[in-house]
């Protein structure tokens, strides 16, 4: 939870955990897609047979409605990148989704889909393996890119905007355990390897602040929800996510799967 930076947040805040698409998600090329009680039926977008993608090349800001919208949004589901409800309008969980996709496709994140992102989505590429050899249930946090990717089976599942650690020494007063304590630290998610432990589920109340959903993999660091998941790291070192994306992760992520986060972020 937050150091300092506010970047997005109002367009990131939701006013309740927002499902995936009813529609259901829809993997990478190649994709065999595993099934979960937790979340609607997997599709698999193939070679074979798939008309390609074509994109309207309207140009969309943040808060726009309609069929192109509902386009945008049913394409990045299509690729893993979970937009929020397929329904026409451009909120926080499309934005959310739009900067992954923009981050992992090179593109500089931004709220405006334009000609770059269109053209991305007309060929994308693949988030970029950081273990190779990697189990093939897996989640590997990119730093450098402030992306988290959950590959279940040897496919991509779903891919995530994150925001990391801030990088920033911390000194807070906070009451923990029924007394006034100081806690001090260095903001930092660690690279490493590691497995998913403990969870909890809705918020769940720490020295440092409220987390969502919280899936622990590193001691008391986290993948949770946040209301604020700006573009830059802001938290003490958990993995903070989209509240519709921490709403799904526990259906999909269970206890003892490998966690690899690699890179650094260079402001």
């Known amino acids: ?3 300092g930076q506010r970047q997005g947040v109002a367009a990131l805040m939701t006013a309740g955990a927002v499902l995936l698409s009813s529609a259901g998600v829809t993997l990478f090329a ?9 979340v609607p039926a997997v599709t698999a977008v193939t070679a074979t047979g798939a008309s390609p993608f074509v994109a309207p090349g309207k140009t969309l800001k943040l ?4 069929a192109t919208v509902k386009v945008l949004q049913t394409r990045l589901a299509e690729l893993g990148y979970a937009p929020g409800r397929i329904d026409g309008r451009y909120g926080g ?3 959310a989704a739009v900067w992954a996709f923009q981050k992992v496709n090179g593109v500089t994140p931004t709220s405006t889909v ?12 693949a988030p970029k393996v950081l273990v190779p050899n990697g189990k093939p249930t897996r989640v590997e946090v990119n730093l450098a890119k402030q992306v988290m990717v959950l590959y279940v089976g040897g496919v991509v599942k779903l891919v995530s905007h994150t925001s990391s650690g801030s990088g920033i020494s911390y000194c807070e007063t906070a009451t923990w355990e029924g007394r006034t304590q100081r806690f001090c630290g260095d903001a930092r998610t660690p ?23 919280p899936i622990f993999f590193n001691g008391g660091i986290a993948f949770h929800g946040a209301l604020s998941v700006p573009l830059a790291p802001a938290s003490h070192g958990c993995v903070r996510l989209p509240m519709h994306v921490a709403e799904v992760l526990p259906g999909l992520l269970g206890t003892g799967v490998p966690v690899h986060v690699r890179g650094r972020f260079v402001r």
């Not at 808060?63 to 309609?66: C, D, H, R, S, V």
């Not at 998913?196 to 959903?213: E, I, P, V």
């Open 114 to 125: 334009a000609r770059r992102t269109w053209a991305a989505l007309e060929a994308p590429v």
């Open 93 to 95: 969980a499309t934005l």
């Open 63 to 66: 808060g726009a409605k309609g």
């Open 191 to 213: 690279t490493g390897d590691y497995k998913t432990t403990w969870r909890r589920d809705g918020w769940h109340k720490s020295y440092l602040g409220q987390l969502y959903n």
């Open 30 to 38: 190649g994709a065999a897609a595993a099934q979960t009680s937790a």
């Open 1 to 3: 939870m937050g150091v």
